[in-house]
T-cell receptor
Framework: DAGITQSPRHKVTETGTPVTLRCHQTENHRYMYWYRQDPGHGLRLIHYSYGVKDTDKGEVSDGYSVSRSKTEDFLLTLESATSSQTSVYFC????????????FGSGTQLSVL | AQTVTQSQPEMSVQEAETVTLSCTYDTSESDYYLFWYKQPPSRQMILVIRQEAYKQQNATENRFSVNFQKAAKSFSLKISDSQLGDAAMYFCAYRSGGGATNKLIFGTGTLLAVQP
């Protein structure tokens, strides 16, 4: 599949610490997205990017920030992690066509203790 | 705001049989797109099938087909000749027709078990 790499794959951290998750793509896709997956909620959009330095909030953006300094990298930062941010985080990319398939990374399992 | 509802948290089907997963959505828009994604235990998200709202014909991809009822706002997925590899979590997703940003709204998922 498409070259979407998320790092780390797993992370355990403590409440109050900053955490940064990385999404790297080799597809030169313009659009990039961060979702979180929780039981009973499906996937929910946190933030997305429509170009370098162009980002916007999604449905559940509180407590998260993002940055995109290069086309290929999209970073998600939890400034001060809380237990409610324990989740599986997915990055996705796409070109922007309405019915296109989004390309997803393999996810990052984040546990905040 | 648009919502997507999957009312079946879990389903089970015998190998080689047919199963239908339900999805309903709520929207006031006339232009939109609907998707089914599969998530096996590997966590990878795989697009199964997609439907444009302006198309009356139901989408089909090999053993997978949809029953798209626009007036009823229903978008069910039928899996024929079920195989062990079909066991996965299935998510229904909605995308507004306007703009180029593919902000998908997902349902809560249906976990499908396939019995040998």
């Amino acid at each position: 599949d498409a070259g979407i790499t998320q790092s780390p794959r797993h992370k355990v951290t403590e409440t109050g610490t900053p955490v940064t998750l990385r999404c790297h793509q080799t597809e030169n896709h313009r659009y990039m997205y961060w979702y979180r997956q929780d039981p009973g909620h499906g996937l929910r959009l946190i933030h997305y990017s429509y170009g370098v330095k162009d980002t916007d909030k999604g449905e559940v953006s509180d407590g998260y920030s993002v940055s995109r300094s290069k086309t290929e990298d999209f970073l998600l930062t939890l400034e001060s992690a809380t237990s409610s941010q324990t989740s599986v985080y997915f990055c996705a990319t796409g070109q922007g066509a309405p019915n296109e398939k989004l390309f997803f990374g393999s996810g990052t399992q984040l546990s905040v203790l | 705001a648009q919502t997507v509802t999957q009312s079946q948290p879990e389903m089970s089907v015998q190998e080689a049989e047919t199963v239908t997963l339900s999805c309903t959505y709520d929207t006031s828009e006339s232009d939109y797109y609907l998707f089914w994604y599969k998530q096996p235990p590997s966590r990878q998200m795989i697009l199964v099938i997609r439907q444009e709202a302006y198309k009356q014909q139901n989408a089909t991809e090999n053993r997978f087909s949809v029953n798209f009822q626009k007036a009823a706002k229903s978008f069910s997925l039928k899996i024929s000749d079920s195989q062990l590899g079909d066991a996965a979590m299935y998510f229904c997703a909605y995308r507004s027709g306007g703009g180029a940003t593919n902000k998908l709204i997902f349902g809560t998922g249906t976990l499908l078990a396939v019995q040998p």
